[in-house]
């Protein structure tokens, strides 16, 4: 298949870029980006010196469109949906890695991101990409919607439980922490070397767009409205998350109860790994891969539970999924091109 990736030289973009000229069975035709229009690919980033070459070219989807099967949207929110549309679905599959299509509510887009929706006819065509989940769904699609970062670690994390309805929907507070590579590559105050080092702070505190996005996805799997709290954390290294959860349980369960209800969803899913009791992960063991590790422990003191996932933000997070998704898309092992050993250091 022949693929074409839009918005190639911010983060996600270059993972998707190092994972598709590595995939036996995808063909990399163009990259673009706004930015680098004209500029050789490795001299945006060097680690491509001898590996791809190619000039990054304008963004004219309409044309482009002609000359691949797929292509991926690794552009910011607002821009994706202005330029998916019909005519173009009918030529190639669109995977987006931007918000806009994951929200089936344009009202709560306008809300959590502060415009009116550009394209609300293909809200209810769009599938949302998380693998795990929603595999049958995504199978012979056009658009798929690839998750956010923060609601992958945390979806995966609860899944299980709401489905089962072992937790109360309305007591779920996640506390989670990001690489500054989630705030993407373009320069900020907020991300310079100096104000991120050696500190650590909550930011979008109560507003964080991704609230809506984990919620809606929270309530599709209890069959009941989710209401969480979910505050956001900035920690001085590269790239990784870890997320925290708390819930209240709506009975005393045990250890090998929840155990054996994380392995009915989770024990075939090859890039979700379920640790072995007291054992809990860390980011370092997710880097550079698409897997997620989850485990939880039991607080018999207050009856809550406690669960923490930790996945790679620009891999599971981003780029891994979406190749993930595109796997599936063409009925191909959803490990083709993804079964990169995590870097631990």
Request: hydrophobic share 35%.
């Amino acid at each position: 298949m022949k693929v074409g990736i839009v918005g190639a030289t911010g983060y996600a973009g270059q993972e998707l870029v190092r994972l598709i000229i590595q995939h036996p069975q995808a063909e990399l035709a163009w990259v673009t980006s706004n930015t680098y229009k004209g500029e050789r690919f490795d001299k945006c980033y060097g680690s491509f010196k001898n590996i791809y070459e190619e000039n990054c070219i304008e963004q004219k989807i309409d044309e482009l469109s002609n000359d691949v099967d797929v292509i991926f949207l690794a552009t910011p929110h607002g821009l994706s949906s202005s330029l998916v549309n019909d005519v173009l679905l009918k030529k190639v599959i669109i995977i987006d890695l931007s918000a806009d299509f994951r929200l089936k509510d344009a009202l709560d887009y306008k809300e959590w991101y502060g415009e009116n929706h550009p394209n609300t006819s293909l809200l209810k065509e769009a599938v949302y990409g998380l693998c795990e989940i929603n595999r049958d769904q995504i199978k012979g699609k056009r658009l798929i919607a690839n998750p956010g970062c923060y609601p992958t670690a945390s979806t995966l994390g609860l899944y299980p439980l709401l489905k089962e309805k072992l937790i109360d929907t309305k007591s779920i507070i996640i506390d989670a922490k990001s690489g500054v590579s989630g705030a993407g590559r373009s320069p900020k105050l907020a991300t310079h070397f100096d104000e991120v080092n050696e500190s650590t702070k909550a930011y979008s505190v109560g507003v964080h767009r991704h609230t809506a996005e984990i919620e809606e996805q929270l309530g599709y799997a209890s069959n009941d409205k989710a209401f969480i709290n979910f505050t956001p954390h900035l920690i001085p290294m590269h790239r990784g998350i870890l997320a925290t959860a708390y819930a209240n349980l709506n009975d005393n369960y045990d250890y090998d109860t929840i155990k054996g209800i994380y392995n009915k969803y989770y024990a075939n899913e090859k890039f979700v790994r379920l640790l072995d009791e007291n054992v809990y992960p860390e980011t370092r063991w997710v880097k550079g891969s698409n897997y997620c590790d989850i485990n939880f422990k039991i607080d018999k003191r207050t009856n809550r539970i406690i669960i923490v996932s930790a996945i790679d933000n620009l891999i599971k997070g981003a780029a891994g999924q979406a190749v993930q998704n595109m796997n599936i898309l063409y009925n191909l092992d959803e490990d083709t091109g993804l079964n990169q050993v995590p870097v631990f250091m």
